[in-house]
DNA sequence: AGGCTGTCCTGCTAGC
DNA sequence: TGCTAGCAGGACAGCC
């Protein structure tokens, strides 16, 4: 699942791929792809055909190719959304939509074509929570995403800001570090990550934390995100991969997330798995202790 | 106003 | 064997 090292991951391939080429050609396959886009399909395709990539940028998981003309096109993986170089792999035939959908990759939604002639680029996106929309003046921050908080790796990051924002909450910690507008940049996976090595329970509330302890979760997060990004990125099946397809290999690195009774790194506790947020929590019982009700 | 829940979506897997 | 239910979950609309 794309969180912060996995973006970052893609950014750095992406800028490596599209810096200086002018995209000649779009062609979204999948509506869903450019929902949050307000003119549709047919705009999107028309208003970026002839520009020019200057630069990625990221904040968070979003990402944002800014253009030499100060527009941009922001961009957000969701759950299994990917950037993907050159022609895609396996033969898949479509019998519903003859055409060419035999030659194409079943999650295709968006491709770019470009005026060099060089490989094109393809957004894929098996569960669709992904997408793109274009960003006019966005170059240095889409307005979009303005309300998103710096993530750590930003260098305008601000610690004792974001200490202070998740203290004046009434609310769990985790929800706190899933809240994008705190920090950004945290899922679910590094969220449970940073909480077992914080030795913090995912529902201690954060208005009762102290300030070594909040700064304690939060250092977490940042050195959890590290360590991911210096390995790649996490995998645990084909939905997350650079833009050569390749897998992060930092799931080794994991001690709590998607270990339910296997044994606490630290301790050796079976790692238990509790019902959150539609999802799943994953922490030590004996290393995070639940709050007081 | 801020916290929280429901919803979007596909494909894999566990269980009967 | 074949079906279904459950699960994975980021972000935001809309509710309270």
């Known amino acids: 699942m794309p969180e912060l090292p996995e973006v970052e991951t893609?950014?750095?391939?992406?800028?490596?791929?599209?810096?200086?080429?002018?995209?000649?050609?779009?062609?979204?396959?999948?509506?869903?792809?450019v929902r949050r886009h307000l003119g549709g399909a047919d705009d999107f395709q028309r208003v970026l055909a002839g520009r020019v990539v200057a630069d990625v940028r990221r904040r968070g998981k979003y990402l944002w190719w800014a253009l030499d003309d100060g527009d941009a096109v922001l961009a957000h993986l969701g759950m299994s959304g990917q950037f993907r170089v050159g022609a895609p792999p396996p033969a898949v035939i479509d019998t519903e939509t003859g055409t060419d959908a035999d030659t194409m990759h079943p999650h295709l939604r968006i491709r770019f074509v470009f005026d060099d002639g060089g490989p094109d680029l393809d957004f894929l996106d098996q569960?669709?929570?992904?997408?793109?929309?274009?960003?006019?003046?966005?170059?240095?921050?889409?307005?979009?995403?303005?309300?998103?908080?710096?993530?750590?790796?930003?260098?305008?990051?601000?610690?004792?800001?974001?200490?202070?924002?998740?203290?004046?909450?009434?609310?769990?910690?985790?929800?706190?570090l899933l809240d994008q507008t705190v920090v950004s940049g945290v899922g679910n996976?590094?969220?449970?990550?940073?909480?077992?090595?914080?030795?913090?329970?995912?529902?201690?509330?954060?208005?009762?934390?102290?300030?070594?302890?909040?700064?304690?979760?939060?250092?977490?997060?940042?050195?959890?995100?590290?360590?991911?990004?210096?390995?790649?990125?996490?995998?645990?099946?084909?939905?997350?991969?650079?833009?050569?397809?390749?897998?992060?290999?930092?799931?080794?690195?994991?001690?709590?997330?998607?270990?339910?009774?296997?044994p606490c790194p630290r301790c050796g506790a079976p790692i238990r798995r509790s019902a959150f947020m539609n999802r799943s929590s994953y922490w030590c019982p004996r290393c995070q202790r639940p709050p007081r009700a």
Do not use: C
């Open 10 to 33: 893609v950014r750095r391939g992406l800028l490596a791929h599209l810096r200086g080429r002018r995209i000649r050609s779009v062609r979204v396959l999948h509506e869903r792809a």
């Open 127 to 176: 569960r669709t929570f992904g997408g793109m929309i274009f960003a006019p003046g966005g170059a240095e921050l889409p307005a979009a995403i303005a309300h998103i908080a710096r993530d750590p790796l930003d260098p305008m990051f601000d610690p004792s800001t974001a200490i202070a924002t998740l203290r004046r909450k009434h609310t769990g910690i985790k929800r706190a």
């Open 189 to 262: 996976i590094y969220a449970d990550e940073a909480l077992w090595r914080a030795r913090l329970h995912f529902e201690r509330p954060t208005d009762r934390l102290t300030r070594a302890q909040a700064a304690g979760a939060l250092t977490a997060a940042i050195e959890v995100m590290t360590d991911a990004l210096a390995a790649g990125g996490t995998s645990f099946d084909s939905l997350y991969v650079n833009v050569n397809g390749e897998s992060g290999y930092f799931d080794r690195s994991l001690n709590a997330y998607g270990r339910e009774n296997q």
